[in-house]
């Protein structure tokens, strides 16, 4: 496709988003005033689903995880737009400027829980499909917008379970969290970690008689303290880290404790692994008895799948010289005639699994504001969510035509 072609695109592309412009703020609004808790995500999946079947896609499903899909194209070959509807929970309503589940818009902005993290992106990426289906463009490869469930808890599990449970393999992950209209590249990893010592239990009028599993913990914290400096460095992200979080052992008061656990949270570079992970502490720990590993984390979904799995959460890089970042650039470019700016994520998304795990190229650009992710000025520029949906409609033509030829 000559670039003449693609400027005449991008022009069909605006008129169409400003059409739809009334459509997409009331679907953002509806989910908006749908509670949805990570877990209890069913009404708002339904609504997504209504709006899919109302913009016109080819094939509107849920997944055994409970994500809303609807599918732009008959194509083998698919893009996979990728931004959850589950929100973090309301802490103190009295702190909110708006009430949180009203989708209060003033001055073009709309406030709202999960506005920013990541409703606005869903809206964006089904309107991006929406005009797709409003002229008729067929971009060469298949689109799909997903709904994704259980992102806050759990990010990557729903998106897993898509790919591994229900045999959908997107070529491409576009992620709809905050990017403030840039493109994100990455992000660092997480897990947890557990270590345990075990001691003996004794009555506490008789000390002497037990093992104190937390006196025996107490050089472990400082052992483990102690490998910050040490830990993998990436030149992008600098250092991981890791931090002691939690301290448990038998609620017993008058008891000499018999074991003590505590859990570190590790922040990871790209190519750490669990393995890695844990040998590197088992290492550090290994004179003072105690143990470490990675737990499993216990997962539903609103349709009652059991999806438990290891609280383990890759970082991930996209080259600079990635075919989609390019396509992404060359998009935005298209689009508003300057350059993108290009960084990475402070905080981890559905990406972990799709390139951090599973290895599919995966570039973010959302509408959303990072600064106001979980805090009580939720909100979202409505004109960057119609712009956002732009970008997902024109992204398609130019990936098909740099990248898949
Ligand atoms: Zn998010």
Excluded at 27 to 32: H, P, Q, V
Excluded at 279 to 294: F, H, L, N, Q, T
Aim: charged share 20%; with cysteine.
């Amino acid at each position: 496709m000559q670039n003449l072609d693609l400027n005449e695109q991008a022009a069909r592309i605006q008129d169409a988003a400003e059409t739809l412009y009334p459509s997409m703020v009331n679907f953002l609004s509806d989910l908006i005033r749908i509670r949805t808790y990570t877990g209890e995500e069913g009404p708002a999946v339904e609504r997504t689903l209504a709006e899919l079947r109302a913009i016109g896609c080819d094939k509107v499903w849920m997944d055994s995880a409970g994500n809303a899909l609807g599918q732009v194209g008959n194509h083998k070959s698919a893009l996979l737009y990728n931004a959850h509807l589950d929100t973090n929970e309301i802490a103190d309503e009295s702190e909110w400027a708006y009430p949180p589940l009203e989708a209060v818009i003033s001055d073009g902005t709309l406030y709202g829980l999960g506005a920013s993290d990541c409703k606005a992106g869903v809206a964006a990426i089904v309107y991006g499909a929406a005009i797709l289906k409003n002229l008729k463009l067929d971009p060469g490869c298949s689109v799909i917008a997903m709904g994704a469930t259980l992102e806050e808890d759990a990010e990557g599990f729903a998106l897993r379970s898509l790919v591994e449970r229900d045999g959908l393999r997107p070529e491409a992950v576009l992620l709809a969290e905050a990017t403030d209209l840039s493109l994100r590249r990455g992000h660092r990893g997480r897990c947890e970690v557990r270590v345990r010592t075990r001691g003996k239990a004794a009555h506490a009028s008789t000390p002497h008689l037990g093992e104190n599993a937390i006196l025996k913990m107490l050089p472990v914290i400082d052992a483990v303290e102690k490998m910050n400096p040490s830990l993998p460095v990436d030149a992008t992200f600098g250092q991981g880290n890791q931090v002691v979080t939690l301290i448990v052992g038998p609620h017993t008061p008058n008891s000499v404790p018999g074991w003590c656990e505590i859990s570190l949270d590790r922040r990871l570079v790209p190519g750490e692994t669990p393995a890695s992970v844990l040998e590197g502490i088992r290492e550090v720990i290994k004179s003072y008895d105690a143990v470490a590993e990675i737990p499993i984390q216990k997962v539903r979904s609103h349709t009652g799948i059991n999806l438990d799995d290891q609280a383990f959460f890759p970082g991930w890089l996209l080259n600079t010289d990635s075919p989609l970042l390019a396509a992404g650039q060359a998009t935005f470019k298209t689009l508003w005639k300057k350059d993108a700016e290009v960084s990475v994520w402070k905080f981890s998304t559905d990406g972990t699994y799709s390139a951090g795990s599973a290895g599919i190229p995966t570039l973010g650009f959302g509408p959303q504001e990072e600064r106001f992710v979980h805090t009580p000025m939720d909100q979202v520029n409505l004109e960057k969510v119609k712009k956002a949906a732009m970008f997902y409609a024109l992204f398609p033509f130019i990936y098909s035509n740099q990248v898949r030829k």
